[in-house]
């Protein structure tokens, strides 16, 4: 149910960031409530740590980018925060692995089709954060209930 709730979450995000170019704050302190509430209920300290020690990580990952100028929204670093906190350190980093792939693929496809360069539009992150999440927790369902 928790995971369900999460990701309708990140789907409701990545609309919102590719329609508004935003990602709301309700939805983000929404999924850092939830997360929370889970390693409350379900109290492990091993859990708690490693998702401390993932939104450590994922703020500091995308704070960087951030004051050297680089066009970064508060919005995607915020969320980067969330997501690090909710998924745990490998998990983050594997669903952030897959964002990556996805623009690729993304601004790739794009060059190729309309003949643009990466530096002629911008990405919403957020959407590709989502994406790598999303496939990210349903390959691992699959993955778990598959009995591989």
């Not at 919102?16 to 509430?37: A, C, E, H, M, Q």
């Amino acid at each position: 149910m928790v995971l369900s709730v999460f990701l309708l979450g990140c789907f409701f995000i990545f609309v919102s960031d590719i329609k508004y170019r935003k990602i709301p704050n309700v939805l983000l302190v929404g999924l850092f409530i939830l997360r929370l509430t889970s390693i409350i209920v379900n109290f492990d300290s091993i859990l708690l740590m490693d998702s401390v020690f993932g939104l450590l990580f994922a703020f500091f990952v995308f704070i960087l980018p951030k004051f050297m100028k680089m066009k970064l929204g508060w919005g995607d670093v915020k969320y980067s925060t969330v997501l690090g906190f909710s998924l745990g350190f490998v998990d983050y980093i594997c669903s952030m692995l897959l964002s990556v792939l996805f623009v690729f693929i993304y601004c790739a496809v794009r060059k190729v089709l309309l003949k643009k360069d990466i530096k002629d539009f911008s990405l919403p992150l957020g959407s590709f954060m989502s994406a790598g999440v999303i496939f990210l927790c349903v390959m691992e369902f699959i993955l778990q209930t598959s009995h591989l």
